[in-house]
Structure formats: C-alpha cells, structure tokens
C-alpha cells in the first residue's frame, strides 16, 4: 500500500483500456529519453527508448512520443494488463556519451489498473 | 535474463554508523552507477564509476560517500557517518555495449535512526 508522504499523480484505469502517462522534461538539448517501470519492492525496469531525432518509437504493446516543441513525453500503454500497474518514471541523458550516461529521473506516475 | 543484484535488501541502522551497501552488476558490463530514491521522490543520481575511478558525481555524493570495485565482481557503496536524511532507497545499475541502457537492481533500503 502507499505509506505516507507518496504524493505520485495517478492515473486509474480499465483493465483493457490504453493508458497515456506523460511527462515534461526539463532540458531542450537533451538527447535521449527513457520509460521506466518500478514495481512495488523492485528497481526501474527499462520499457522503451527515444531518440531526440525522432518523434515517435514503438514497442510491443508500449509506444512513446516525442513533443521536442514543448518538452513533452508520452508513453502510452495499448490494453492495459493489471501486470501494468506500477510506478512509471521518464527519464532524460542530456548528452549521450560513448561511455557512462547519467539519466535525470523525473516524477513518476501511478499507474492503477482495475479489473 | 542477467541482472543487477544488491544486499542487503533492507538496512537499519544507527546515526553516525557506517554502512556498505553491496551490489553486484551485471558480469560483462563496464559503467556502474549508484542511485538513490527517497520515499515518495525522484530517483537521484548520486555517482558513476568506469575502469576503477569516479566518472561523474552528484552534490549528493560528499565526503561521506565512497565507492569500490574490490574484485571483479562487487561494487560497493560506502556511507562513512550516516545521518537520518541518508534514509532512502539505494539502487545500484550496470551498462554494458549499449551504454544508455541501464540495468537496476532491487535496490537496498536504507533506515537511519
């Protein structure tokens, strides 16, 4: 359950429906970002990646958008599965090295699935 | 599937105690990270470590802080004198050849009283 002091927007939810969880992002020049999922008890589990130079990237069942003009990040989840709820967190590399990358998290979202 | 595992994963300990926080990354990666999340909050980055040296690190990371790669398979978190504000969940994450693709792991939480 939630303990006090997780104050994460939430976004509740049919199972089956789609989800769009978003995010804003805090650098223009960055040049990479990540969906992650965290489930209770467990780290941030990669989803799917963008590049800066494109605007839309597609998954199995996950797609993210790219909004460049207004920093903005979606994933969306097509027939959410009860298996989807958890914490969703975006993430941002403000410039992709060769080597190691620091990503900048940003605030997560809950994601409630509900039969 | 190869993954990033820590211990312990739960932590309580006394104001002013060291701890070591122990992870062990993924076998063929190169980049290792140390991260942490306060209840409710952003994951953080606190330090990144590449070829037995600091790559980068936070404001986060003080002279309280210090990592280690004491063989070839550990990387460790050192927390000198904790305060009650170092409460929190330590992750630890690994990348290999595709250097943004970052691994977690379950992440220690730490319980300063």
């Known amino acids: 359950g939630e303990s006090v002091g997780l104050h994460l927007p939430t976004l509740s939810v049919q199972e089956g429906d789609n989800s769009i969880i978003n995010c804003a992002y805090s650098?223009?020049?960055?040049?990479?970002f990540i969906w992650y999922k965290q489930e209770s008890g467990k780290g941030p589990q990669f989803i799917i990646d963008i590049r800066s130079n494109m605007d839309k990237r597609q998954g199995q069942r996950v797609t993210v958008l790219l909004n460049k003009t207004v920093k903005h990040l979606s994933l969306q989840i097509a027939a959410t599965q009860p298996g989807d709820s958890a914490v969703y967190f975006c993430a941002e590399i403000p410039r992709l090295l060769s080597g190691y990358n620091k990503l900048i998290f940003g605030a997560g979202t809950r994601l409630a699935v509900h039969p | 599937e190869p993954e990033v595992t820590q211990t312990p994963s739960h932590q309580v300990t006394q104001m002013g105690q060291e701890v070591i926080l122990r992870c062990v990354p993924i076998s063929n990666h190169l980049y290792f990270y140390w991260y942490r999340q306060i209840l409710g909050q952003k994951v953080e980055f606190l330090v990144s470590?590449?070829?037995?040296?600091?790559?980068?690190k936070s404001e986060i990371f003080d002279d309280q802080f210090s990592v280690e790669r004491p063989d070839g398979s550990n990387f460790t978190l050192k927390i000198r004198s904790t305060k009650l504000e170092d409460s929190a969940m330590y992750f630890c994450?690994?990348?290999?050849?595709?250097?943004?693709?970052?691994?977690f792991g379950s992440g220690t939480q730490l319980s300063v009283l």
């Open positions: 994450a690994s990348s290999g050849r595709q250097v943004e693709k970052l691994f």
């Open positions: 650098n223009s020049a960055s040049d990479y």
């Open positions: 470590f590449y070829n037995n040296e600091i790559s980068e």
